[in-house]
């Protein structure tokens, strides 16, 4: 799958030190317009231009909240970013910020460092990239409560992935001796999302990797992946995607973390 | 084509690989660095664990296996001289017991438990003692 420009990426198991689920780098050497598929997670990136090593002048900060549909962001030649990819349940430490309020929004610049006026320290000089990185790392790393989420909402999220997003969320509340309302409350404290969206977004997953990293057929897909049929999925790819299930497009899908 | 393993999906691959040695006398073969796949010696078909999070990296959707719920639909069958001692050892090492064992009519002795898991575990004489 070919992959624009130049992105690279670093998955941390629970094991590792660093609290992030990934750190994730990327220069755009021309000028494009990159799909951001939702994959249910928040990020703090930071955005410079760059000569592909080091940043160059002024460092934004962006925060991204979880999504439940694709955005284009155009790129402009020479830009380079750097990002931490957020643990689903782990945001809320991290950022101190309720994270309903911004689900399906990008904070950039100013209401970045308004919503969380310590990032400021982070977008200083920098003598390279990689220097960048290990800066936001250590930042994310120091935010972390290691107590967040509580395991009763992590079990929730690990159930969610577990079954591919296909489990009815009464059956996932009562796996885990709750109600749905108790899970609905938690998954929105813990993510910003409430289950059924979370339980769509990593359905969505699922399916984009069966269908174009797995290479499976179209309609084998939509099975497996527990749509009601073709139909069902194409829609829900052109809603949440901007893209069909029967060509793959330029996308740069994020890494499982174990 | 072998039957080459039977891989089970698990919460927690180490306290799962515990049990089956506490409860069935079975004896590991390795338990991988991650924390996340063991294997135990069982032969030329392995009995192995893997740990949840495997699954969705392998493009895999299930149900969990636990104890709190139905069953899943399939057994592992252990076979041995002695099924009534090796019930009650596995009993007494946190297996819940389902059905003690009792002769079935073609002679063969047979029990069953669920484990830790909550996965259904046969314990039986083998069928060759009887011909």
């Known amino acids: ?258 | 084509m072998k039957l080459g393993y039977t891989i089970i999906y698990v919460a927690d691959v180490v306290a799962t690989v515990e049990f089956y040695e506490r409860a069935f006398q079975l004896q590991r073969r390795f338990v991988h660095d991650s924390l996340l796949y063991a294997e135990m010696a069982t032969g030329d078909t392995v009995l192995a664990f893997a740990g949840e999070p495997m699954a969705e990296v392998n493009g895999l959707a299930i149900r969990p296996n636990r104890k709190t719920e139905i069953a899943g639909g399939f057994e592992l069958a252990l076979v041995t001289d002695d099924p009534t001692a090796a019930y009650a050892t596995a009993v007494a090492a946190g297996a819940a017991a389902i059905t003690p064992p009792s002769e079935k009519p073609w002679g063969q002795i047979v029990g069953y438990v669920r484990d830790l898991n909550g996965c259904l575990v046969e314990i039986c004489s083998p069928m060759q003692a009887l011909v």
Not at chain 1, 72 to 96: C, N
Not at chain 1, 116 to 124: E, F, G, Q, R
Not at chain 1, 155 to 179: E, K, Q, V
Not at chain 1, 184 to 190: D, E, I, K
């Open chain 1, 1 to 258: 799958m070919p992959i624009p420009n130049a992105y690279r990426e670093t998955l941390y198991t629970k094991h590792d030190r660093f609290a992030g689920e990934a750190a994730w780098q990327s220069f755009a050497e021309h000028a494009c317009a990159h799909r951001v598929l939702p994959d249910g997670r928040c990020d703090i990136i930071l955005r410079f231009a760059s000569d592909g090593t080091k940043p160059i002048g002024a460092i934004t900060p962006l925060i991204t909240g979880a999504a439940t549909r694709f955005h284009i962001v155009p790129i402009a030649a020479g830009t380079g970013y750097v990002g931490a990819r957020l643990r689903p349940g782990t945001a809320a430490a991290v950022l101190g910020i309720d994270l309903r309020a911004i689900a399906n929004r990008i904070l950039v610049g100013d209401a970045a460092i308004q919503a969380l006026p310590a990032l400021k320290s982070v977008c200083t000089a920098a003598s390279s990239v990689d220097q960048l990185t290990d800066r936001l790392a250590s930042f994310v790393e120091r935010r972390c409560d290691p107590s967040l989420p509580d395991s009763l909402s992590a079990g929730l999220i690990d159930t969610m992935h577990l079954t591919g997003g296909r489990m009815p969320i009464l059956d996932i509340a009562s796996l885990h001796g709750l109600d749905v309302r108790s899970v609905r409350r938690r998954m929105m404290g813990a993510t910003g999302l409430g289950p059924k969206q979370m339980a769509m977004v990593i359905q969505f997953q699922r399916a984009l990797r069966l269908r174009f990293l797995a290479g499976l057929d179209a309609a084998s897909t939509a099975f497996e992946a527990g749509y009601a049929d073709q139909a069902h999925m194409s829609r829900v790819f052109r809603q949440m995607g901007g893209v069909s299930p029967a060509r793959l497009p330029d996308l740069v899908l994020v890494g499982l973390p174990i």
